[in-house]
């Protein structure tokens, strides 16, 4: 037999109150999370809320709160494990302080993250999270103050705005992995991103809009400049966007009359880009060609032979990019930092020491 009751009607603060004898003002306070109760009637109107099934209405507490409870956080690669992790890092803490998240996902692509940004404003979250395609365009970014919100940056540093960055050491950990390579006998060293090229070659570190990527080659060129090597430049490859744009620039960088002898990838993706690049090739790691990673991703520690890669501490960066998002939407009054989460090298099987 059908019911003809219709649909439920929704349980209403008024409602809870009733079950809980208490007043609908005391009710409201316990379910929206403000003023002060005695432990007993906090327990009292919880336990009616739950046997009621009641729900908050969100928008109804975002006008008498002008909060929305929700976080906004722009990635460029959620299929890349840094964000992944990154993402469960900035979750936890949001959620500990009693904020949901909303998740876009820009593909390092400049426009998409502009509207995923314009998105995440119309939605009044109360503050954003973003990992910024390029560092030299930054009027949106600029546009989230004026509505505002509060903005930390996520891997990627802009001195132009004055909000908070949470980074990785890119630098240092270039410097770490090249210097570790240098020193096991290698002179031709190549670096390898997915960063869109500008142009053909690379001459001008500043023509780099990825702080990330400009720090990490600025480290790996310090290294190659320090030992002496000539033409620092030379095996930096950008554009192993995919595995077909990969195996392209692997080729092309093998086909030098001096081919490099040691890779470093510059982050996961490209790293098993690269790996797979070099079997197809027939090349064997380290014996033919040795290997470097940044993140300690799982496929890194399974492979044949294992690969030595920078350990970036990922999950530890998102949630302190969470709690640093939270104590500005809190107005804790501190100062605006980049913070800089070290990194370490794990050393496995994948770089030879060859003579000298």
Partial sequence: ME????????????????????????????LGGYGVVSDKIK????AAAAALEYRPNELARSMSTGRSGIIGIVVGDIENAFFSLA?????????????????????????????????????????????????DSIEHLRHVGRAGMPLVLFDRSIPELAVDAVTGDDREAAIAAARFMVEAGHRRLAYVSAMDPEGDGLTDLTRISNSAVRERVEGFVSVLTEAGLPSPLHYVRLGATDQAQTDAVMKRLLS????????????????????????SLGLSIPDDISMISFLDADWTSVTVPPITVVDQR???MGKLAGERLVARIEQIPLAVERLRVSTSLVIRSSVARIGR
């Avoid at 439920?8 to 008024?14: G, I, M, N, P």
């Avoid at 876009?104 to 990992?131: F, M, P, Q, W, Y």
């Avoid at 030098?256 to 079997?279: E, Y």
């Fill in 314 to 316: 990922v999950y530890e």
């Fill in 256 to 279: 030098d009359p001096s081919p490099p002898t040691a890779i470093l990838a510059s982050d996961s993706l490209v790293g098993l880009r690269v790996f797979k690049s070099l079997q």
């Fill in 87 to 135: 993402v469960r890092g900035i979750s936890d803490a949001a959620r500990l302080a009693g904020f949901d998240v909303i998740i876009s996902n820009s593909g390092e692509k400049l426009e998409a993250e502009k509207s995923a940004v314009d998105l995440l404003i119309g939605k009044r979250v109360d503050g954003l999270i973003v990992t910024p395609a390029r560092c």
């Fill in 3 to 30: 019911d003809s009751a219709g649909p439920k009607r929704s349980v209403t603060v008024a409602d809870v109150a009733k079950a809980a004898r208490v007043s609908k003002a005391t009710a409201a306070r316990v």
């Fill in 43 to 46: 327990d009292q109107v919880m």
